[in-house]
């Protein structure tokens, strides 16, 4: 069981480098899984359109690619960014001293917004979704046995259930399966929404993975 031990936490006890991690990421909670580990849940403030990640392919990485970034949780329970700061809009635009008055402008909303939320101290109903692990044989079954008791493979259907679960799965470069933990609806705490995400823990190397849903 996955809970949440305290919401909206302080981003200095966040971000292993809050000068440039907290102007684009929210801090959303600090949750403990039912082993006792503990790690801050973040996500973005972007994408103003489209996907996260989409317009800055150039510093791409396998931990910082479209609507996917990956964090590393620190024994003093902050996380540190697996990719190039410039991932984020802002960030590359302003390196190249691109950055529209639009994005500024999406970036300054967003974090205000958040920030005003935050006050309340406490998270919208709905904002974080625990995954019920109960749940996680029915991924592993339609692996196991996707033809089922009646031997339909799915063909007749026009899809490919392999394909189609796997694509709700992550793992590590070596292979190693992440868990998925939880969800996250930004909606009421960003003025403008974008999309929901999905966390996920890999112990073995202290990984947080956020992916974000269409």
Known sequence: ????????PDPGRVFTDQSWMERVLASIAVVELEDGT???VVIPFEPAVGRLGERTRDVHTVFASADRMGFRLLPNGTVDF???PEFFELIHRAQRNQRSRSLTAFYEDQYAGFHSARTSGVLPDGCIEEFDPDLAWLDQDMIDDPAGDDGDDGDDLGFD???AVAATRETMPNGTPFTKVLTVDPSALLPR???TFTVWWEPASSTVLVTRND
């Open 161 to 163: 259930v392999n394909a």
């Open 38 to 40: 503990t790690f801050p």
């Open 82 to 84: 697996l990719g190039d």
């Open 1 to 8: 069981m996955t809970s949440i031990v305290t919401p909206f």
């Open 193 to 195: 929404s974008n999309g």
